[in-house]
């Protein structure tokens, strides 16, 4: 039987609230977005958490294993190094896809700055089948993978969440990160009962639990991670905890961070609720004294080592939240990381990283996968037509809302932008973001839209003169990536002439 890793109550660590959470009591644990942590230069805050015991465990934004390639190895092999430097028991990721396009459908690849979902067809469950065992065999610890919100559904859908998720364990042996904010916008967006989820996916394989907030607008469900925790997220939360007593269970908060009392009001509450339902169900007594985050119990970091089914980038902002989550930088995984791999693999799981040649029904699937998401992510980010089957005023909330989270992410990354442009700032992106989808991630976008904003020809000015120096200073000596000669010049010209 699978042995799982206990954590305890824990909060997301985000460079904002460090020195908070250092301070928070009954903190077992943390969790980091994978792509804010550099091997070499562990943040001093994480370094002093794990001296004193708390386990740090990193969630990463950007592999996109939903999607029809197989996982990129440098972001597997950045992953990887980022668990061992933090001594992690485990890593975490999503069932999501966060690009499209390329060699598979002959397109342009684009990228979406935002985790969307796939469909829960039988061709999506195969290629993400191979996908997690692939993840599986690259990494050193066990591989959790989560549910995520939604604003829109496939059409043609084969299976429940519930269904796709007991079917993907049973596959691959994966464990699950459930997220029980994001049942609950599944239900305000997508119509889908959380109790019947919970009925069908296989509580046993719960690595851990993330726990959000969010807010409604105009019968919207917004997965923010910068709002308290609503009373429907909690009520879900008990019904898990009634089934099993999960071995963690983490609170996220991403964004409009409030002052640390707030956040240990919210904790007590989710230990409430944890401790209601065990007491309810019989829990055992270690159990709930774990769950409540008891300094008597601590975090048992042990990993079972059973048969080897378990085993196993972002904005660099600190703002890479899970379901409304930023996809990272788009280059995911440092350039000179090392090719090891973990030894901890399935047994039965595919053998490379991205390397394998699919076999034909594989790469059937891929394919169709692959002009599905491509249509869907470009109706989305390019203005090209709504793929048949989707709600058109839904795909447009969505489509306003990658926009959003991309002028967001953009001024966090370069916050100099927003500093020169003032009040000009968010409207001239979200007009740049309706004829430019982002093709190289969130700090290659900056400078795609500065060199716009230059090439369209702004006013000299003292504006236009800082701005020619932020762009000039970070394009570098090399040409950018992607542009021709001629447009390169063009640029550069006018930087010049403008001086």
Request: glycine letters at 10%; one cysteine or more.
């Amino acid at each position: 039987m699978r042995q799982q890793t206990r954590l305890g109550t824990g909060i997301g660590w985000r460079p904002e609230i460090a020195e908070a959470v250092e301070r928070m009591p009954g903190i077992d644990w943390v969790e980091a977005v994978a792509e804010n942590v550099c091997p070499g230069h562990v943040p001093e805050s994480l370094l002093r958490l794990r001296e004193r015991g708390v386990t740090v465990v990193p969630h990463g934004v950007s592999l996109g294993l939903g999607g029809a390639d197989r996982p990129d190895e440098s972001r597997l092999v950045a992953l990887a190094e980022r668990a061992e430097a933090l001594g992690s028991p485990l890593v975490t990721e999503h069932i999501a896809f966060v690009r499209a396009g390329g060699p598979l459908t002959a397109s342009p690849l684009l990228e979406a700055g935002h985790l969307l979902p796939v469909p829960r067809t039988r061709d999506a469950l195969d290629v993400l089948c191979a996908n997690v065992r692939a993840a599986q065999a690259a990494l050193p610890v066990p591989l959790a993978v989560e549910n995520i919100a939604a604003l829109i559904s496939w059409p043609g859908e084969e299976m429940t969440e519930g269904q796709f998720l007991y079917d993907l364990v049973d596959r691959t042996g994966v464990r699950l990160l459930i997220d029980v904010a994001n049942l609950h916008t599944n239900h305000v967006n997508r119509g889908e009962d959380p109790a019947k989820a919970l009925d069908e996916l296989p509580v046993e394989a719960i690595a851990y639990v993330h726990v959000a907030g969010g807010f409604e607008r105009d019968g919207v469900w917004h997965d923010s991670h910068a709002h308290p925790v609503p009373r429907p997220v909690l009520d879900i939360l008990a019904d898990l905890a009634s089934r099993v007593s999960p071995p963690g269970v983490l609170l996220e908060r991403d964004e409009n961070f409030p002052e640390p009392a707030e956040l240990e009001r919210e904790l007590t509450a989710i230990r409430r609720t944890l401790e209601s339902a065990g007491a309810a169900t019989g829990a055992t007594e270690r159990g709930t004294a774990v769950l409540a985050g008891s300094s008597e119990a601590g975090p048992d970091t042990s990993v079972g080592t059973d048969s080897g089914t378990d085993s196993g980038t972002d904005t660099g902002t600190g703002s890479g939240a899970d379901s409304d989550a930023d996809t990272g930088t788009g280059s995911g995984a440092d350039s000179d990381a090392d090719s090891g791999t973990g030894s901890g693999a399935d047994s039965d799981a595919d053998s490379g990283t991205g390397s394998r040649t699919d076999t034909g029904a594989e790469g059937a699937a891929r394919q169709r996968l692959a002009l599905a998401q491509a249509a869907l992510l470009s109706a989305l980010v390019a203005g090209t037509p709504v793929p048949e089957g989707f709600d058109r005023v839904r795909l447009g909330v969505q489509a306003r809302a990658l926009a959003a989270k991309r002028a967001d992410v953009v001024s966090k990354v370069a916050p100099e932008l927003p500093e020169i442009l003032a009040d000009g700032y968010r409207p001239a992106f979200l007009a740049y973001a309706q004829r430019h989808p982002m093709t190289g991630g969130y700090r290659r976008d900056a400078l795609d839209f500065a060199e716009h904003l230059l090439l369209a020809g702004l006013p000299e000015g003292a504006e236009t003169r800082r701005l020619r120096d932020w762009w000039l200073e970070r394009s570098g000596p090399a040409p950018l990536s992607g542009r021709s000669v001629a447009r390169l010049a063009r640029a550069t010209r006018r930087a010049l002439l403008g001086r």
